[in-house]
């Protein structure tokens, strides 16, 4: 994907919050619809019948009608319960004008829907949860329910009974950030975190945050995890998870972000997540859309119509029967700005995974109504797949309003009525689906036959109760029997990830007393002919692989590191094969990296589990001479300079320097590799305690070495040595609190998107290391945090075209900290800066309500 994405991708937050009153091309000027006001038809509200009459569904599909206004109003989260009821958060203060000035009171709440009729129309609202302040993102966990409420995520239970919320703990405070009443125009929770996702692993994963999370007893464990996507998220039958964001309707991680976060000495290098699945970002609306947020824009537009994705969210990966067997695994997409949703193919192959449209030129399912708004998908446990559709004239939230679309809004009527909202479910055509038996009522065992059932829903549901449950010994029994004899592959998953939920869990006598037998099919697991039962029990058995008395699965392992072909189980074998922590196994992982014809993926998933044993690999390694070459290597050597140990730095320049002489070239582009460091640099040089001896024979040695070894040299320092670099002039104590102080707030609101090692991220934000913005003129740094900035923008020779949003709400000491981070951190030697000097900037450019423009900024 080009460096240089038109700026609409970061425009349309579906459903993230705050910011600036009113953003427009140029200030002052209302641009006029591309589309003729004669094509224009009116928009009012409809009813559910009328809006039902608006919908072209695919040939084969019929669209129904489950719940509407007043059961439910703006539903833009909801999950099923193991009894059938929906649970459904409703954000119901968003954008109730176009100030979006309600938006902080307390109006938005948990429903839970029940008591459905032949027809599945649900009959009854129950309100679980209310008073909450634009709450965005629910799941159920043992008797409670987790709830998102900026900045806040709850756990909450209802004690007696009573249908209604009367406890509630906090689980985290770093949810994103909550509108803040006093000053309206300023907060800005952005890109808040969403969609909770009970991953297969027993870990709950959370789109956009940086933290996964496990239940701990009462409380709860956070590790850290990629940050991703931006609204919605959905797994595949291997657990992987689908996410995307406005222009780009399709990503996945090929490779978990927290796998390879736990390598500090990669360098914040994820290769396998944010992986580009759908490259077709063409949608077919029925009807014109003159109310987008770019509506002026000639070339966002065809017919009329929305060219492509702009709004592009709450992906969803449907995995049941109820549809016909094509549909098995398809991708859906919503587009609420062109009233819409796409189905997608997906076409793994080679431990990757590609998506193409399923209809040509047209969508599964599209909307005459403008105020049509699917803003999330899940599939039901009967199997059909359900829509949460806002149902409002509005979604673009008032941060990236144009002046454009405001002015649509008003002329055409479209802010009001506020507060309505459907939920449809779309069921092939033909006879109603059979009603599911209700998870909650079966007996213990009739749940774990569930995690063989071929919809994942139901599988799912019953392997998350059977976790949160304390199980008997006949359970057990029956895991291990349904893990070792399903014929159903998802089965034999689902049994095995919920044993390791129970071990995880704690010690419960039942799962312990089975150990062996868990040991003896995760055995036979590792050798099933299926490669999605393979890549599972890997992952399932990497607590057993860490213990050197596992004799037995170890020697599964070293065979499967030299015989396995299948390229997914390739990838997990990558990401166990360190899980032993034995170098041997290093090694043999290592090797495997390297007869799999090396994706950089397959590699920093490899180096991901290896943190601290880098060398030791590497040292093995080059007892194959003829391995110098291989990129894998490479990558080892750079973990080890970045560990900046002078003892193992030292030891990686003598095993480079011992390489016999047939090899010298190899030798050679090693360390031309190694010198071009991206985080080890003449800035920031490893301090060893005297000259290596290795440096001044290689220099003999001529060869073209000199060159090679004098970049390398420039990375390395010690005392003494002749033309030192002048150092920076040191922080003093007030500003490296200062430092400190910036840091954390770097961690809690720009890592999210200029991401935790500063790179920036692709279709997201440029980097800040080594940007010359950063490093340059501090007041166009501060104007950039106090008020934002529109792209075009050039960063380090890349144009970028996005919306940096402004975060105005950091106090004074706060912008000073974070710009003082910024300015020290990544081998920058820039001045640190002041806090009085942002509170000047800050009351001289008081008036200032838009974002900045980079001409403004350099013009100065
Ligand atoms: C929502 C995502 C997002 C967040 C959060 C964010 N930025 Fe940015 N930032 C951007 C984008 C996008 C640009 C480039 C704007 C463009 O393309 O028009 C940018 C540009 C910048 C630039 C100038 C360009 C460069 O790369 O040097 C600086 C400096 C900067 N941001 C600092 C910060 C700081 C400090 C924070 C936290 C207080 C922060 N940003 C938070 C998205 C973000």
Redo the contacts with the bound molecule.
Sequence with gaps: MPRSVSRHL?SYLVLPLAGLAQIGDKAGEVQRPIVPAALIPPSPALSPEEELRTFKVAPGYRIELVAAEPLVGHPVAATFGPDGRLWVVEMKGYMADLNGSKEDQPQGRVVVLSDPDTAGRFRRSTVFLDGLVLPRAIALHRDGVLVGEPPNLWFCRDRDGDGKADEKTLVASDFGVRVDPARPQLANP??APNGLTWGHDNWLYVGAYTARLHPAGEGWRAEPDDFRGQWGQSLDDFGRIYHNSNSDQLRVDLVPGHHLLRNPHLGGRLTGTNFKVATDQSVWPIRVNPGINRGYRPEMLQDHKLKEFTAACAPWVYRADLFPADAYGNAFVCEPAGNLIKRNVLFPASARVSAAPYYAQAEFLASTDERFRPVGLLTGPEGALYILDMYHGVIQHRISLTSYLRAQAESRGLVSPHGLGRVWRIVPTGPAAAATPSLASLPELAVVAELGSSNAWLRETAQRLLVERAPSAAVVEALVALAANSSSPSGRVHALWTLRGLEDAGPVPAVAQAAEDIGAVLAKAMRDPRPLVRVTAWRVAEPRLARAEATSLRSILRMALLTERDPDVLTQLALSGTATGDVAFDELTARMCLRAAEPTFLTDAFLGGLAGRELETLEGLLRTPALADRPLVLALARCVLAERDPARVGRLLLAIHTLPEEVRPAQLALLGGLAAHPAVTAKRPVWLPAEPAVLAQLAKLGLGYPTAVGKLGQLLVWPGKPGLPATTVPLSNIEQKRYDAGKQ??GG??A???QPSGQGLEG?????AG?E??NGDPER?IK??LHG?????E?KGQA??????A?GFLSDAQVAA??TY?RREWDHEAPPVAEETVRALRARTRSRTDAWTAPELVGR
Excluded: F, K, Q, T
């Design positions: 970061l952005e890109r707030v770097y609101l720009c999210a998107c200029h997201l934000a440029p980097p800040l940007s913005w950063v740094l950039v945090v900035l529109r792209g075009p923008i960063v970028y075209n996005y919306d940096m949003p975060a974070v710009l910024l």
